[in-house]
């Protein structure tokens, strides 16, 4: 497992990205979870602040032309992470995230949890 979009993902890995880090190197098809440790929590994303990075990002993974399965704010339903407890606020921010890799035709980023 790596924790850092530095170090790249290797084959077979599980990456975890902190929010504003850049999409890692990836070597192969690879599994990202995404986590957005914001101060502003989901609604950050929802309100539209963040909407370059997720841009930004989403190209990068779009760029890298290889398979990559998106795990946007993981354990969503549970109470140990800040974005976790609140359904209706984590589906709005995951249709942000979605709309933009629409709009973006980043056909080999798959979203999933």
């Not at 990456?15 to 502003?40: G, Q």
């Not at 549970?78 to 933009?100: H, M, T």
Request: with cysteine; net charge neutral.
């Amino acid at each position: 497992m790596s924790t850092s979009a530095d170090a790249g993902c290797a084959v077979g890995t599980l990456c975890y990205v902190h929010w504003t880090e850049p999409f890692p190197r990836t070597k192969a098809d690879s599994v990202i979870t995404w986590e957005p440790w914001i101060a502003e929590g989901l609604e950050g994303i929802v309100s539209g602040r963040h909407d370059d990075y997720v841009r930004g990002f989403l190209q990068a993974a779009k760029d890298c032309g290889k398979p990559v399965l998106l795990r946007f704010a993981h354990e969503m339903n549970g109470n140990w992470y800040p974005w976790a407890g609140n359904p209706e606020q984590y589906k709005k921010a995951w249709v942000c995230i979605y709309n933009v890799k629409k709009e973006l035709r980043a056909d080999n980023v798959s979203l999933v949890w």
